[in-house]
């Protein structure tokens, strides 16, 4: 996967990166962190497009073999991220959009 000029014109157009840029920076985070598994991005956007079938394919039980899945969640104009911690069985979102907490959001 490669990303390309039109991807990164979505910064200056919206200031926000695209799905696809948000994946890739997370597979290199799981290129040094083997314990890591990322969701492609577009797991949420099938989700919120009332598509389940299709989001069966981006999240698979192989995610589930890591000790930490993280799912970006990249909407218009705003960004989160839900860590899995598959060994406690807990989901922390760590949310950008909120002016508490220096803009950070952790709900556990």
């Known amino acids: ?11 200056f157009d919206t200031y926000w990166f ?3 840029v948000v994946y890739i920076y997370f597979r ?4 040094s962190c083997s314990w890591i598994s990322v969701v492609d991005p577009m797991f949420i956007t099938a989700l919120n497009e009332g598509r389940s079938s299709a989001a069966k394919t ?11 899945v993280l799912i970006p969640c990249v909407l218009e104009g705003h960004s989160a991220l839900i860590v899995l911690d598959v060994a406690s069985k807990t989901m922390t ?6 002016a508490r907490d220096n803009g950070l959001t952790l709900v556990r």
């Open 28 to 31: 290199i985070v799981h290129a």
């Open 58 to 68: 981006f999240l698979t039980p192989k995610h589930l073999q890591a000790n930490q």
């Open 18 to 20: 695209n799905d696809k």
């Open 93 to 98: 979102l760590v949310d950008s959009g909120n």
């Open 1 to 11: 996967m490669m990303v390309n000029a039109s991807d990164i014109k979505t910064l």
